[in-house]
C-alpha cells in the first residue's frame, strides 16, 4: 500500500483497473437486463398490434352494416383472423410467465375464451 501513497504511476494504474472492472461490470448487468427482457418487447408489440387489430375489426364490422357485401365481410374474415393468429403466436404466450395460476395467464386464457366463444366470426 505504500507503493500506491507515493508512486503516481501505480495510482493511475489502480484507477485504471477500477474503472475497467466497473465496466465489465455494467457490461454484464446490461447485458442480464437485456437477455431477461427480450420477450418483453415483443409482448408488448405484439398486445399493443391485439389492440389495433380490434379497432380495425369494429371499423370493418360498421363499414360491413352500413354497405353490406362480399368485399367488406372478406375484410372482416381477414382481420378476425389475422387476430386469432397473433393471439396464440409465440411471441405473445412465449412472454408470459409459464406458470398457470400467474395472472397474465389467467387474463390470457380469459382474452381467448371471450374471443372464442362471444366476439369469434362463425
Do not use: C
Amino acid at each position: 500500500m505504500k507503493l500506491l501513497r507515493h508512486s503516481l504511476v501505480a495510482r493511475i494504474i489502480a484507477s485504471l483497473l477500477a474503472i475497467s472492472a466497473m465496466a465489465l461490470i455494467s457490461i454484464v448487468v446490461t447485458m442480464i437486463v437485456a437477455a431477461h427482457s427480450r420477450g418483453d418487447a415483443a409482448a408488448i408489440n405484439m398486445a399493443g398490434s391485439l389492440r389495433m387489430n380490434t379497432y380495425q375489426i369494429v371499423s370493418a364490422l360498421q363499414r360491413y352494416e352500413q354497405q353490406p357485401g362480399a368485399g367488406e365481410r372478406s375484410r372482416v374474415s381477414e382481420l378476425a383472423e389475422r387476430f386469432e393468429q397473433r393471439l396464440v403466436s409465440a411471441e405473445l404466450t412465449g412472454a408470459m410467465p409459464q406458470a398457470q395460476e400467474h395472472s397474465l395467464q389467467r387474463q390470457h386464457r380469459l382474452i381467448q375464451s371471450r374471443w372464442e366463444q362471444d366476439l369469434a366470426l362463425r
